[in-house]
């Protein structure tokens, strides 16, 4: 924050200077008058492979005070944003109770207007929040992986399987997958079947990011608003290695933020999952930081357009 801001508010050094937690982007404006609200979701119970994505929603929150918040590309300072971050949700050991309580938070988040930013946690969470808007949301998921089993290591909710519970949910129509790269035979069985959207890496290596976008643009005009979930395995695993099931052949960062940039035309709410820093080179955060920031601009940047 500087001293303009400061002025402003009329804070002491002690309030300006202190900060009782850390929050991402140090970002202090009232829950009342913020647009955009940020929570932590740090719930990792079933991950398979590399947990501890229970860890992230703090180091990427330490990731967003070291990096730039001007954003070149949209034009404008993520840092005057009006952005609360209301803290970690508090995790049940019951995975239904957890989805239960998201839920719930989300309810009370789209009730206040709010354009809620989750950061996880592993990408079940994604169930919960989308379930808080009642069928009323389409979704566009960046993902090396399709999510699409129907049970996995005897969990039908798990990481591996909620974006089958949510085509059940909301139709697999209403469902978008961009990034796709590793999946198993039952999963491209009901991908086929079912008629859910997917733009897999050879296609969009094939197409291109600009003719990748125009099928994007068509699912999102086909829809009233869309929640963006994003889990970071998308991208390469050589610019983001610390994730819980790294696959090679991803994303690039600025390739990411480009399909982002199209979907914050209808969002009204994106999540952020999967990152586990134990195994970071302290630069899978930083890239986690810079999409929210690139993603909050790209969101404001169309808000001020509209007004
Ligand atoms: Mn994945
Ligand atoms: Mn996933």
Do not use: W
Request: charged share 25%; with cysteine.
């Amino acid at each position: 924050m500087n001293q303009r801001v400061k002025g402003v508010l009329n804070l002491s050094d002690r309030e300006l200077y202190c900060s009782p937690q850390i929050c991402f982007g140090g970002y202090r404006s009232a829950y009342e008058d913020s647009d955009y609200v940020i929570l932590g979701i740090p719930f990792d119970y079933t991950s398979t492979f590399r947990s501890g994505a229970r860890f992230a929603p703090n180091q990427i929150r330490i990731a967003s005070l070291n990096i730039e918040t001007y954003s070149l590309r949209f034009g404008l300072d993520a840092e005057d944003l009006r952005v609360t971050d209301v803290g970690d949700l508090d995790v049940s050991g019951d995975v239904e109770e957890t989805l239960r309580r998201i839920r719930g938070v989300v309810k009370d988040f789209i009730a206040d207007g709010k354009l809620p930013i989750f950061i996880g946690g592993e990408h079940t969470l994604t169930l919960g929040s989308v379930k808080a808007f009642e069928g009323e949301v389409g979704v566009v998921c960046f993902d090396a992986h399709l999510d699409l089993r129907d049970d996995y290591l005897g969990l039908r909710v798990s990481h591996a399987t909620f974006m089958r519970r949510i085509c059940e949910s909301i139709g697999p129509e209403n469902v978008l997958i961009i990034g796709a790269r590793a999946l198993c035979r039952e999963e491209a069985e009901f991908a086929r079947e079912s008629g859910v959207n997917i733009i897999n890496m050879l296609d969009l290596r094939n197409l291109g990011v600009k003719r990748s976008i125009e099928k994007l643009r068509r699912f999102i005009n086909s829809q009233e608003r869309v929640y963006i979930s994003i889990d970071m395995d998308v991208l390469d695993p050589s610019i983001a290695p610390a994730v819980q099931n790294p696959e090679p052949e991803g994303l690039l960062l600025h390739e990411l933020v480009e399909f982002i940039a199209e979907c914050t035309a209808k969002a009204s709410a994106l999540d952020l999952v999967e990152v586990t820093p134990v195994y970071d080179n302290g630069m899978t955060c930083i890239h986690a930081a810079k999409v929210i920031y690139e993603a909050l601009s790209s969101l404001e940047a169309r808000r001020k357009r509209r007004t």
